[in-house]
């Protein structure tokens, strides 16, 4: 069973770098077959994708976070990251790191998703 | 403001059946898969439905998705008290700027 978990600071100051990973377990993040991906839901809010990488090294990310956003992978860890420079208290959000399946078109659905972990951004 | 929209909110009687819709245009939900997640009370978002009317291994019959042009409709028939939670569609965007994009959100009320 594939099981994810986020971790990180859950207090940002503004301006400076939101770092979190998320550690998968019970596959492998270099299989292949999956895009590492990164959704985001302010508080009381809907949902927001940010971005995903590929095993490859390719990633995508939401054109409205684009200039902030670095995903990486660490395929010795079997971890993925997430970094968002230059943040303010509109990034505060609960963060979740999520398993998407390509298809020719795209990607097709995130199964399964980590618990979330909030962060909040103020000084 | 989301590229998808769906109702704020709906609401029917244990027992019932309700609809949640999700529109959108030629460059997501008319092009692409559609799916969908249940977000519980303070849990992470599970994916429902995939690939337009797919259910994942242990998702009840209740639970049935459906995609005509560029609009999707999630239905659950014999609604429970268990089926509160916000509904979420997703869909891949196809347009210069390519990336998912998720719906608003629609908050279900079983009375």
């Known amino acids: 069973q594939v099981q994810l978990q986020e971790s990180g600071p859950g207090l940002v100051k503004p301006s400076e770098t939101l770092s979190l990973t998320c550690t998968v377990s019970?596959?492998?993040?270099?299989?292949?077959?999956?895009?590492c991906s990164w959704i985001r839901q302010p508080p009381g809010k809907g949902l927001e994708w940010i971005g995903y990488?590929?095993?490859?090294?390719?990633?995508n990310y939401n054109p409205s976070l684009k200039s902030r956003v670095t995903i990486s992978v660490d395929t010795s860890k079997n971890q993925f990251s997430l970094k968002l420079s230059s943040v303010t208290a509109a990034d505060t959000a609960l963060y979740y790191c999520?398993?998407?399946?390509?298809?020719?078109?795209?990607?097709?659905?995130?199964?399964?998703w980590g618990q979330g972990t909030l962060v909040t951004v103020s000084s | 403001q989301s590229v998808l929209t769906q109702p704020p909110s709906v609401s029917a009687a244990p027992g019932q059946k309700v609809t949640i819709s999700c529109s959108g245009s030629s460059s997501n939900i008319g092009n692409n898969y559609v799916s969908w997640y249940q977000q519980l009370p303070g849990t992470a978002p599970k994916l429902l439905i995939y690939?337009?009317?797919k259910r994942p291994s242990g998702i009840p019959d209740r639970f049935s998705g459906s995609k005509s042009g560029t609009s999707a409709t999630l239905g659950i028939t014999g609604l429970q008290t268990g089926d509160e939670a916000d509904y979420y569609c997703?869909?891949?965007?196809?347009?210069?700027?390519?990336?998912?994009?998720f719906g608003g959100g629609t908050k279900l009320t079983v009375l």
């Open positions: 019970g596959a492998s993040v270099s299989s292949g077959r999956y895009y």
């Open positions: 990488i590929y095993v490859s090294g390719s990633t």
């Open positions: 997703g869909t891949w965007d196809s347009s210069l700027s390519a990336g998912w994009v």
């Open positions: 999520a398993r998407g399946s390509w298809y020719w078109g795209g990607l097709n659905w995130f199964d399964p």
């Open positions: 690939e337009n009317n």
